[in-house]
């Protein structure tokens, strides 16, 4: 398996552009966060799924926007590039039903640099 | 929502010596709380977790303790050693499947062993 995976690695955009960072897991699990992680503020949540359809804001949702149309998948969306979003952004997976397990996985974490 | 408070920032400690990390959390309904430690350009790996029924766990030179009452938790590391050096993490999730993947995290320890 190679557990949680994203792309790109790293990233820069101008202000005002827009771009996906892409989660994918092949671990069949249904549990899949975002996190960004900026120095003094640890991984702060934007936004969750429970399974395939199904959504919900975190901490910080405000300019990011998420989907998840399969289990594997679980983009996020920037609409529109600030400088404030500059951060290294996490996506995680767990296992849930039937026989839900609390480790959480995190891909390489995707380096994102807006100007 | 829930909010998770993390101290100290930063720890410095001899090799050999013991290191406490302690955290608060605000969501009564919380029941469940990981630890992560991610180390220097890594993602977070989960080293130990605590359910609400539970006071203490330990795993060999790490241990964490649960007040459910105070709603704080720790983390001990004994023995220290330079591999513990790290940014650790704590994090508190709430019971109920709509909060399945809502893990909330507070903002990191740097941990440093002194050789």
């Known amino acids: 398996n190679a557990g949680v995976t994203q792309t790109p690695k790293f990233q820069v955009l101008k202000t005002g552009q827009s771009m996906t960072l892409q989660c994918a897991q092949d671990?069949?699990?249904?549990?899949m966060s975002w996190y960004r992680q900026d120095p003094g503020m640890g991984l702060r949540l934007i936004h969750y799924?429970?399974?395939?359809?199904?959504?919900d804001q975190g901490e910080v949702p405000n300019g990011y926007n998420v989907s998840r149309s399969t289990t594997e998948d679980f983009p996020l969306r920037l609409l529109s590039a600030a400088p404030s979003q500059t951060s290294v952004y996490f996506c995680?997976?767990?296992?849930?039903?039937?026989?839900?397990?609390?480790?959480?996985?995190f891909g390489p974490g995707t380096r994102l640099l807006v100007l | 929502g829930e909010n998770v408070e993390q101290h100290p920032s930063t720890l410095s400690v001899q090799e050999g010596d013991s290191a406490v990390i302690k955290c608060t959390y605000s969501?009564?309904?919380?029941?469940?709380f990981p630890w992560y430690k991610q180390e220097l350009g890594k993602r977070p790996q989960l080293i130990i977790d605590?359910?609400?029924?539970?006071g203490e766990k330990k795993d060999q030179r790490i241990a964490v303790t649960l007040n459910k009452t105070a709603k704080h938790f720790s983390l001990h590391i004994t023995e220290t050693q330079p591999e513990d050096s790290a940014v650790y993490f704590c994090a508190a999730r709430r019971t109920g499947y709509s909060s399945a993947s809502k893990i909330i995290f507070g903002s990191g320890t740097r941990l440093s062993i002194r050789p």
């Open positions: 799924s429970v399974g395939a359809g199904i959504t």
């Open positions: 969501d009564s309904a919380s029941n469940y």
């Open positions: 605590i359910r609400s029924n539970v």
């Open positions: 671990m069949n699990h249904e549990y």
């Open positions: 995680a997976s767990r296992q849930g039903a039937p026989d839900p397990q609390e480790t959480q996985y």
